[in-house]
C-alpha cells in the first residue's frame, strides 16, 4: 500500500511539473515521506506530506498536507506518541530559475493533538493541511512551496527531530 501510494504521488508530481512548464497551471506538488519508529510496544508509522504551491486567481498559496498509516496490523500500546508534532509551511519566492529562495509567507501549524488522536489519517480536510497565506502572484518570479516537520516522539529521550521536507515544482510564467 504505502509503495502504491508513493508511486502515484510521484507520478502525480510529475504530471503537474508537465503541465506548469506548459503554462501556469492550478498547482504544482511534490510528495515526502518518512518513517517513525516509535518506542515499545506503540506502532511503527508512514508519515507522507504534499506540498502545493497553488494559484487561485491573482494570488499564489503554499499548502502542506500531511497523512499517515501505521505499519503494523496492530496496536499493543496505544498511549501518547508525540509530545509536539509542528508543520511549518513556506511559500517562496526566486527572481531566476536557479536563484535562491525567499519565504514571503509562512505558518506553523500544530497537528499534536489530531496525529496522538488518529493512527491513520488518508483524507484532505483543512485539520490536516497547513496553509502558508496567499500573496498576490508576480508571473516573472519562479515561485514553490516547502515544509519542515519538528516532532518530539514522547519517552524516547531524543528531543526535537526535524524533517526539511520535498518543495513543490517551481511556478512560472
Not at 71 to 96: A, G, H, I, N, Y
Not at 140 to 153: A, C, G
Request: proline letters at 5%; glycine letters at 6%.
Amino acid at each position: 500500500m504505502r509503495k502504491f501510494l508513493t508511486t502515484v504521488g510521484l507520478a502525480s508530481s510529475t504530471v503537474a511539473a508537465g503541465l506548469l512548464m506548459a503554462s501556469p497551471a492550478a498547482a504544482a506538488t511534490a510528495s515526502s515521506e518518512f518513517d517513525v519508529v516509535l518506542p515499545g510496544n506503540k506502532p511503527h508509522t508512514a508519515y507522507y506530506v504534499v506540498n502545493t504551491a497553488e494559484l487561485n486567481g491573482s494570488n499564489i498559496t503554499g499548502k502542506s498536507m500531511l497523512s499517515w498509516n501505521i505499519l503494523v496490523d496492530q496496536v499493543v500500546d496505544d498511549s501518547k506518541r508525540f509530545t509536539s508534532f509542528k508543520v511549518t509551511t513556506r511559500l517562496e519566492q526566486r527572481p531566476t530559475k536557479t536563484g535562491a529562495d525567499r519565504v514571503v509567507t509562512s505558518k506553523t501549524c500544530d497537528l499534536t493533538q489530531l496525529v496522538n488522536d488518529n493512527y491513520s489519517w488518508f483524507l484532505d480536510e483543512p485539520v490536516n493541511n497547513c496553509v502558508a497565506p496567499s500573496t498576490p502572484y508576480a508571473d516573472e518570479l519562479w515561485w514553490s512551496s516547502d515544509s519542515t516537520i519538528v516532532y518530539d516522539v514522547e519517552g524516547d529521550a531524543s528531543g526535537p527531530i526535524t524533517r526539511e521536507l520535498q518543495g513543490s515544482p517551481l511556478v512560472h510564467g
